[in-house]
């Protein structure tokens, strides 16, 4: 069955390094997200991404966020500048096309540590 | 972002069928009911979902109230498996998906 990937599973950097987070999703998807859960939190929509362009965003995603498709395949989230408060669980997720209302697919996430 | 109060907990035991409640008083004509679980260290994972009419699936089945201000999810045979946390999700135009505090569902052997 056809999964969401993503890498690294664990990813520690210091504050203010800049962190690339890598996504997968599934092949023939249209629609991709991500996602942000703080320890003990609920998870937080971040952004969507549909036809090469942002089609939606949270507070959240301020300009140190950056998210790109730089090939077929992969979704990548960019953290320019990390805080201490980055540190959460990063899920990446895709749906298929015809209608955005479609299921989305979950990655198993990339655990973000800012020291 | 549409509303969604569901109870913080919930225990079942195992074998026997779950009624998982969520209101949202507030939803609109175009949003649709989507229900998501979290397994402890994993991601989200889909349900189920439905506009108007009672959905089933291989996973379980959603029974949504006549006004559309309520509805169920039921899990027909409890295993330890199915114990997450359950999000009951409305999803109006765009892509939006607000998680709420869900309910954190315990199976007892």
């Known amino acids: 069955e056809p999964e969401v990937t993503q890498t690294p599973s664990h990813q520690v950097t210091q504050m203010g390094q800049e962190v690339i987070l890598r996504c997968v999703p599934i092949?023939?998807?249209?629609?991709f997200y991500w996602y942000r859960q703080i320890l003990g939190q609920k998870v937080e929509f971040l952004v969507s991404?549909?036809?090469?362009?942002?089609?939606?965003k949270s507070e959240i995603f301020d300009d140190q966020f950056s998210v790109e498709r730089p090939d077929g395949s992969n979704f990548t989230l960019k953290i320019r500048s990390t805080k201490l408060e980055d540190s959460a669980m990063y899920f990446c997720?895709?749906?298929?096309?015809?209608?955005?209302?479609?299921?989305?697919?979950f990655g198993p996430g990339t655990r973000l540590t800012v020291l | 972002d549409a509303k969604t109060t569901q109870p913080n907990s919930m225990e079942s035991n195992e074998e026997e069928p779950v009624h998982l409640p969520c209101n949202h008083s507030t939803i609109s004509g175009t949003d649709y009911i989507h229900w998501y679980r979290q397994l402890p260290s994993q991601g989200p994972e889909y349900v189920i979902h439905?506009?108007?009419s009672n959905v089933n699936n291989r996973m379980a089945s959603l029974a949504i109230a006549e006004d559309r201000k309520s509805s169920t999810l039921i899990l027909h045979r409890a295993t330890l498996r199915d114990a997450a946390v359950y999000y009951c999700?409305?999803?109006?135009?765009?892509?939006?998906?607000?998680f709420g505090t869900g309910t954190s569902l315990t199976v007892i052997p």
């Open positions: 991404f549909y036809n090469n362009e942002i089609s939606e």
């Open positions: 997720a895709s749906s298929g096309g015809g209608s955005s209302y479609n299921e989305q697919f």
């Open positions: 092949s023939n998807h249209l629609y």
């Open positions: 999700i409305l999803l109006s135009t765009g892509n939006q998906f607000y």
């Open positions: 439905g506009l108007t």
